[in-house]
């Protein structure tokens, strides 16, 4: 459609709020949908598996993610970003690298198989990691089409792509868990291998759907010497950041499996997969919705503006989802889970003020990673590797456990802080809000659980004390939604008086 004549021009912010507001849509959607999938599998899996098989998973698939950290070279991000993210050319070097590097990373987890499974103590990791590990040769050969929709933020194709794989995936553990359990029992260790085949499962439909369902170029091996220097010259900062994001988001893990049983690690693994809900829920809206917007409006006059409105909503979602956990957690844990997880509960407490600032932060790093400062992203996972280094031994020193979970969320804290710095450096402003929703969560999660607990102590009703503490933490975050929403709407509402009257002023002359 045309514009008028007396049409005012739109504004880069008023080009992008379409694209924004659908691809957002359908990232909410489709993770909301994503993590209601994965936790009615995970209770399932939690009826036909036990804790040591959930341990035990966890260290095979942090290896084959630490690698897969350690090498990366920013693919992905480079074609969002860069210029060229449109270029046949561009495209089929990018995929060529990815290509070898997913070659490389298999060929790194059949040697490190042997010594990783002598170093736990786990005879079974030797077997486990190399077939495990085909997943990363698989997720090389991917379609850049994946990377390139996200680009042009056209989320549609790319949500149903990942729903369908997490499904087949989820269906295929299910099947073989079934088929272990009626031929070995019910406490074979050997039933691990069924998350390993579900995992193959997921990752060989994501490959095939990428090359059959998204559109795009027809791949082939290619290495164009502009194109590769591009992505080195990228890649070398995204390289340092995740080799120091794996030391900092997985060291827990790495060093949990040494120190604690292997059933503690597994119910400390499904507690950390209830609390990086809203982590990943920002997570997945920084990576496909903010930076594609922040990186075409970088440099322009309304990038200030649009980092506020775009970041505010996250943030309120994120908070109120671990408000929630922290406030809902122990009686969560009791009423889903049997007897042989209720650790869970108090863990998830912890783990869930740590992805509080895994939220924030993330919608931080989205900015730097735009502004093209991946240094500071670096840097910042640094910080956090420090922090975790420092603190967590000395944590479990003095509190055990508990101690080394309060370590964990004090790492996180210095690592938000570093990148709020980093963001205020560029003139953004974002520190007042933040510390203004934390103090809400501090509040309203207090609030419920004790309420909650007085409810528990008197009637021994888990249901109620769970439905008391859930309604209350909603409650303060539906009256702070209703409050950003309604101060949004004033604002919006005095720019556009603004904008009118100054193009009044300027039709008049």
């Known amino acids: 459609?045309?514009?008028?004549?007396?049409?005012?021009?739109?504004?880069?912010?008023?080009?992008?709020?379409?694209?924004?507001?659908?691809?957002?849509?359908?990232?909410?959607?489709?993770?909301?949908?994503?993590?209601?999938i994965r936790f009615a599998g995970n209770l399932l899996l939690a009826r036909l598996l036990f804790p040591e098989v959930f341990g035990l998973s966890a260290l095979v698939v942090l290896f084959v993610q630490g690698l897969s950290m350690f090498s990366d070279v920013?693919?992905?991000?480079?074609?969002?970003?860069?210029?060229?993210?449109?270029?046949?050319?561009?495209?089929?070097?990018?995929?060529?690298?990815?290509?070898?590097?997913?070659?490389?990373?298999?060929?790194?987890?059949?040697?490190?198989?042997?010594?990783?499974?002598?170093?736990?103590?786990?005879?079974?990791?030797?077997?486990?990691?190399?077939?495990?590990?085909?997943t990363a040769l698989l997720a090389g050969f991917e379609s850049t089409s994946?990377?390139?929709?996200?680009?042009?933020?056209?989320?549609?194709?790319?949500?149903?792509?990942?729903?369908?794989?997490?499904?087949?995936?989820?269906?295929?553990?299910?099947?073989?868990?079934?088929?272990?359990?009626?031929?070995?029992?019910?406490?074979?260790?050997?039933?691990?291998?069924?998350?390993?085949?579900?995992?193959?499962?997921?990752?060989?439909?994501?490959?095939?759907?990428?090359?059959?369902?998204?559109?795009?170029?027809?791949?082939?091996?290619?290495?164009?010497?502009?194109?590769?220097?591009?992505?080195?010259?990228?890649?070398?900062?995204?390289?340092?950041s995740t080799l120091f994001t794996f030391l900092a988001g997985q060291s827990d893990r790495l060093v949990f499996g040494k120190m604690i049983p292997l059933?503690?690690?597994?119910?400390?693994?499904?507690a950390q997969t209830l609390a990086m809900f809203p982590t990943q829920a920002a997570q997945r809206l920084g990576s496909s919705v903010l930076f594609p917007a922040y990186s075409r409006l970088a440099g322009t006059d309304d990038f200030r503006h649009v980092f506020g409105r775009m970041r505010l909503p996250v943030l309120v979602s994120s908070g109120a989802v671990a408000s929630g956990a922290i406030a809902c957690g122990p009686f969560l844990i009791r009423s889903l889970y049997d007897s042989r997880y209720q650790a869970a509960g108090w863990i998830l407490?912890?783990?869930?003020?740590?992805?509080?600032?895994?939220?924030?932060?993330?919608?931080?790093?989205?900015?730097?990673?735009?502004?093209?400062?991946?240094?500071?992203?670096?840097?910042n996972n640094a910080i956090k590797f420090?922090?975790?280094?420092?603190?967590?031994?000395?944590?479990?020193?003095?509190?055990?456990?508990?101690?080394?979970?309060?370590?964990?969320?004090?790492?996180?804290?210095?690592?938000y802080t570093a990148s709020a710095l980093g963001v205020a450096a560029s003139g953004l402003r974002g520190f007042g809000w933040d510390a203004l929703l934390?103090?809400?969560?501090?509040?309203?999660?207090?609030?419920?659980?004790?309420?909650?607990?007085?409810?528990?102590?008197?009637?021994?009703?888990?249901?109620?004390?769970?439905?008391?503490?859930?309604?209350?933490?909603?409650v303060a975050w539906a009256v702070v939604g209703l409050c950003c929403v309604m101060r949004v709407g004033v604002r919006r509402a005095a720019r556009l008086g603004f904008t009118r009257r100054s193009l009044g002023g300027e039709l008049s002359s």
């Open 74 to 134: 920013g693919t992905g991000p480079a074609i969002v970003q860069s210029p060229r993210g449109d270029d046949p050319e561009f495209l089929q070097t990018a995929w060529t690298v990815q290509c070898v590097r997913g070659a490389f990373l298999w060929a790194c987890c059949c040697l490190i198989a042997a010594p990783v499974a002598s170093f736990y103590d786990q005879p079974l990791i030797a077997q486990l990691l190399p077939i495990a590990g085909l």
């Open 263 to 270: 059933a503690l690690l597994g119910i400390y693994g499904i």
């Open 349 to 379: 407490q912890y783990l869930s003020v740590a992805a509080w600032f895994q939220s924030i932060e993330s919608t931080n790093s989205a900015v730097l990673v735009a502004q093209g400062r991946v240094s500071l992203l670096a840097a």
């Open 146 to 240: 994946m990377h390139t929709l996200q680009r042009h933020l056209r989320l549609e194709r790319l949500t149903i792509l990942d729903l369908v794989s997490q499904v087949l995936g989820l269906v295929s553990i299910i099947v073989l868990a079934l088929l272990h359990r009626s031929t070995h029992g019910a406490h074979d260790l050997g039933a691990v291998w069924a998350t390993i085949g579900g995992s193959l499962v997921s990752s060989t439909t994501r490959l095939v759907l990428s090359h059959t369902r998204l559109p795009g170029i027809r791949h082939r091996f290619r290495l164009e010497r502009q194109a590769l220097a591009a992505l080195l010259r990228f890649g070398r900062w995204v390289f340092v």
């Open 438 to 474: 934390s103090l809400v969560i501090a509040g309203s999660s207090c609030a419920a659980l004790l309420a909650g607990s007085a409810v528990l102590s008197r009637s021994h009703a888990n249901w109620l004390a769970l439905s008391v503490a859930a309604c209350l933490a909603g």
């Open 386 to 415: 420090a922090g975790l280094a420092l603190l967590v031994p000395l944590g479990f020193h003095v509190g055990g456990f508990r101690g080394a979970l309060v370590a964990l969320v004090l790492s996180d804290v210095l690592k």
């Open 1 to 36: 459609m045309s514009s008028g004549p007396g049409a005012a021009p739109a504004t880069a912010e008023e080009s992008l709020r379409g694209p924004v507001v659908r691809a957002a849509a359908w990232t909410v959607g489709g993770y909301g949908l994503s993590q209601f």
